[in-house]
T-cell receptor, first 115, second 112 residues
Framework: DTGVSQDPRHKITKRGQNVTFRCDPI?????LYWYRQTLGQGPEFLTY????????KSRLLSDRFSAERPKGSFSTLEIQRTEQGDSAMYLC?????????????FGEGSWLTVV | AQSVSQHNHHVILSEAASLELGCNYS??????LFWYVQYPGQHLQLLLK??????LVKGIKGFEAEFIKSKFSFNLRKPSVQWSDTAEYFC??????????FGKGTRLHILP
């Protein structure tokens, strides 16, 4: 158990619907990351937060994607008007911060299937 | 653009064989380097990491990796693999205080 928890673990949705994933990081971790992983690929960076501030957002993230971390604790990743290409595992991870504290610990992921 | 290359997409070995998985990165300057492992049906787990100091780092389960700065490489090794090492292995790189970028992974299959 890494301490990073994600919910839901699995989501099947119809194309065009909105979905939201939640991530609870390890409690003392300031940084929170979202990655996307498809079969046969490594995790692709989407966005990350330092406390409540969103530090960077990948160009992979279209306007349909939005992430928040309002109180610097849990985070949500929302996908609006889902498309079949959004089907993937969405991974959340957390770390203490930069420098030597930058080892990140992953949750078990949220599988999204868009039908 | 910053990138991480893993040369072997799929490796098949027999038990007790030696393993070396290649990893090259394109960052300049000071980097932190990682190998993560994903066993079937499980989440990503840290195998080992390099931040500074001795470029030969040892991780869990008998794995080690060597950072060669001049070659921008961080290859993973294990002298004698076991069936339980069957998994997918990901090399990852970060500049300090930045996000972590992953390679596409190497799927390792160990024959009993």
């Amino acid at each position: 158990d890494t301490g990073v928890s994600q919910d839901p673990r699995h989501k099947i949705t119809k194309r065009g619907q909105n979905v939201t994933f939640r991530c609870d990081p390890i409690s003392e971790h300031n940084r929170l990351y979202w990655y996307r992983q498809t079969l046969g690929q490594g995790p692709e960076f989407l966005t990350y937060f330092q406390n409540e501030a969103q530090l960077e957002k990948s160009r992979l993230l279209s306007d349909r994607f939005s992430a928040e971390r309002p109180k610097g604790s849990f985070s949500t990743l929302e996908i609006q008007r889902t498309e079949q290409g959004d089907s993937a595992m969405y991974l959340c991870a957390s770390s203490l911060g930069g420098g030597d504290g930058n080892t990140i610990y992953f949750g078990e992921g949220s599988w999204l299937t868009v039908v | 653009a910053q990138s991480v290359s893993q040369h072997n997409h799929h490796v098949i070995l027999s038990e007790a064989a030696s393993l070396e998985l290649g990893c090259n990165y394109s960052y300049g300057g000071t980097v932190n380097l990682f190998w993560y492992v994903q066993y079937p049906g499980q989440h990503l787990q840290l195998l080992l990491k390099y931040f500074s100091g001795d470029p030969l780092v040892k991780g869990i389960k008998g794995f080690e990796a060597e950072f060669i700065k001049s070659k921008f490489s961080f290859n993973l090794r294990k002298p004698s693999v076991q069936w339980s090492d069957t998994a997918e292995y990901f090399c990852a790189v970060t500049k300090r205080d930045d996000k972590i970028i992953f390679g596409k992974g190497t799927r390792l299959h160990i024959l009993p």
